[in-house]
């Protein structure tokens, strides 16, 4: 289900057929050194993953992580969505983009949408958006998308600090 379309990317809901894409994402160097470990292996866990996560919150809250792919030919090239974290007191954004797709623009495209849809179809004035104290590329996107850097955080007992970022529409 096409959620938005942007001038270069088509932004839709993950179904359990993306697990061979969530698969290839999520063993990406960068996914796992700066969003982590989500146990995604193979592709059972990878359809394990989509149902926990954006399927999971699709059903409750009518948004999630959704899958981005290129309007030309239909390739998917990264994630970006909401999230609602039981440790944040508001909804925050999330993107990840396999490496040979960074550097196009294609992020910011679909940070900046997805920002405008959660404006538009959920009303959401306030959202947040947390990263790696050493991922220099997403802080760098979070600044020209108009976010705050606010504090450093650590989101759970054994995970390692955030930063966190604030944009009021």
Known sequence: MIVFETERLVVSRFTLDDAPFVLELQSEPEWLRFIGDRGVRDLDSARAYIQRAPLDMYARLGFGLYKVSLKAD?????????????????????????????GKGYAREA???????????????RILAITSPDNVRSISLLEKLGFSYQKTLQ???????????????
């Open 155 to 169: 989101l759970s007992v054994d995970g390692g600090e955030s930063r966190l970022f604030v944009r009021e529409a």
């Open 74 to 102: 239909g390739t998917p090239i990264g994630m970006c969505g909401l999230l609602k974290r039981d440790s944040l007191s508001d909804v925050d954004i999330g993107f990840a983009f396999l490496a040979r797709h960074r």
């Open 111 to 125: 940070a900046q949408a997805t920002l405008d849809h959660a404006e538009e179809s959920h009303s959401l004035k």
